[in-house]
C-alpha cells in the first residue's frame, strides 16, 4: 500500500522527499522541507520504523548548512546499534545525491531531490512495481511475465530457451547465526553479482527470500549449464562481508531448458526446481541440469 506524509515547514531547501523502497512501509513518501527529520523505533521519531535493528533514535536526515554550495541534504547515523549505510556503505555522517540509498535497519529509503522530483517520485513507484527493493532484480511478478515473453519468442521462431533457479546454501543458518541484517546484505550483494555478470538480454529476478532465477533466450542446456556454472563460482569465490566479518556463501541451481510442450512459466520453474532440490541433496555448491 502506498503512503504519503506531507510535513508543513516550508522554510529551508525544496525538492527532496524520501521513498521507502524496501521493507513494511514500502513505498510510502517522506518530504524533506527544511526540518531535520529522525527516523527511529520511537513513536516520538518523525518517522517510526518498529523494528529490533532499528535505534530508538537511529539516524537524522538534516539540511546542510547554507555555506555549503548546493545547500542540500546530509545524513547523520545518531550513534544507532546497527549503523546507517549508504549505498551499502556504513557511515556515521555523508552528503546526499539524488538515488542514493540509504538503510537503516532492514528498510532501504531512496533519496529523490532536484526540480523534477515528482517525475522522479513517480518513477520510483512505477519501478517499485517491477523491481525487487532490495536486490534491484525484477520481481517474482516481473519476472514470470517476462518469461511468458520468452516462451512465447521460443515457440514462434523454434530457438532454445533455458532457465536456472538458484537457492543459497544454508540461508538460514546465515540468519540464525549471523543476523537478518547479514542475511540481507548477502542477498543484495548476490543481486549485484547477478546483475553484472549475465549477457544483456539474459533476464535476473528474486523469485522469493533466498531463491533466484535467470532466464537465458537462445540458450540450449549446455549453454545453460556453462553460464551457471560461472556464477556459481563468482559467488564462492566473493568475499562477503558484513560488519567486518566474513561469511562462506555458496549457491546451488537447477538448469533447464523449455521442452516444446511448456507453455507455461510454473512449469519450468517446477522443473528447474526439481533439479536445485537434486543439486541440494548430492552436496550442495553445484549445478543440476537436464
Not at 232 to 238: D, G
Not at 253 to 277: C, F, H, Q, S, T
Request: aromatic share 6%; proline share 3%; charged share 30%.
Amino acid at each position: 500500500m502506498i503512503m504519503r506524509v506531507e510535513r508543513t515547514v516550508s522554510e529551508g531547501p525544496k525538492g527532496a522527499c524520501l521513498v521507502v523502497i524496501y521493507g513494511a512501509q514500502i513505498g510510502r513518501r517522506i518530504e524533506l522541507v527544511g526540518a531535520p527529520l529522525v527516523i527511529g523505533r520511537s513513536p516520538r521519531s518523525d518517522l517510526q520504523l518498529d523494528e529490533e535493528s532499528v535505534s530508538r533514535q537511529h539516524v537524522r536526515f538534516e539540511p546542510l548548512p547554507e555555506s555549503v554550495e548546493g545547500n542540500g541534504w546530509q545524513v547523520v547515523d545518531l550513534e544507532s546499534t546497527n549503523g546507517t549505510y549508504v549505498n551499502d556503505v556504513v557511515t556515521a555522517r555523508a552528503t546526499l545525491r539524488h538515488g542514493d540509498q540509504i538503510q537503516v535497519g532492514r528498510s532501504i529509503l531512496r533519496f529523490l531531490e532536484g526540480n523534477s522530483i515528482e517525475r522522479a517520485y513517480h518513477e520510483e513507484i512505477y519501478n517499485l512495481m517491477s523491481m525487487d527493493g532490495l536486490t534491484q532484480l525484477r520481481n517474482r511478478r516481473a519476472f514470470d511475465e517476462s518469461l511468458v515473453e520468452e516462451i512465447l519468442r521460443s515457440q514462434r521462431f523454434g530457438r532454445p530457451l533455458s532457465i536456472s533457479v538458484i537457492d543459497v546454501d544454508k540461508f538460514k543458518l546465515v540468519n540464525d547465526q549471523y543476523g537478518h541484517l547479514a542475511g540481507d546484505a548477502i542477498l543484495r550483494q548476490i543481486g549485484t553479482i547477478l546483475r553484472n555478470n549475465i549477457r544483456k538480454n539474459d533476464i535476473a529476478g528474486r523469485l522469493g527470500g533466498e531463491e533466484f532465477g535467470v532466464i537465458l533466450p537462445e540458450v540450449d542446456r549446455v549453454g545453460g549449464v556453462v553460464a551457471a556454472e560461472k556464477l556459481r563460482r563468482l559467488v564462492e569465490s566473493h568475499r562477503f562481508e558484513f560488519d567486518r566479518t566474513v561469511i562462506p556463501v555458496t549457491i546451488s541451481m537447477g538448469v533447464i531448458e523449455r521442452l516444446p510442450k511448456e507453455r507455461e512459466p510454473n512449469e519450468l520453474i517446477k522443473r528447474a526446481d526439481e533439479l536445485l532440490y537434486r543439486a541440494k541433496h548430492n552436496g550442495r555448491n553445484r549445478v543440476e541440469s537436464a
